[in-house]
């Protein structure tokens, strides 16, 4: 088992930044595969950064260049750094992680931060 918490969410003003934080606890080794995710408001919940055990990064299209997702190993911990923020990034940002025991995967989520940007 896998437990992810995230955090750093908030309200900021449009071109502003936030760092969001995900900490993991439980069976990290067996962790894979990194990334954020975001759901606004009667949408769907959205791929925005990702990260592999190789630390090989991809974005969507709508962050690149102003998103980074980074980690630190020595304390489990996954970040996204949000850049010049606009009012489209406003939504609930969830932590996620695959999990890997002998080829049998496992999807963990963390339980949310809300980010709100006001125009």
């Known amino acids: 088992q896998v437990q992810l918490v995230d955090s750093g969410g908030g309200l900021v003003q449009a071109g502003g930044s936030l760092r969001l934080s995900c900490a993991a606890s439980g069976s990290v080794r067996s962790i894979i595969f990194m990334g954020w995710y975001r759901q606004a408001p009667g949408k769907q919940r959205d791929l925005v950064a990702t990260?592999?055990?190789?630390?090989?990064?991809n974005y969507a299209a709508s962050v690149k260049g102003r998103f980074t997702i980074s980690r630190d190993d020595a304390i489990d911990t996954t970040y996204l750094q949000m850049n010049s923020l606009g009012p489209e990034d406003t939504a609930v940002y969830y932590c996620?992680?695959?999990?890997?025991?002998?080829?049998?995967?496992?999807?963990?989520w963390g339980q949310g931060t809300q980010v709100t940007v006001s125009s």
């Open positions: 996620f992680a695959k999990g890997d025991y002998k080829l049998q995967y496992t999807n963990y």
């Open positions: 990260m592999t055990g190789d630390g090989s990064t």
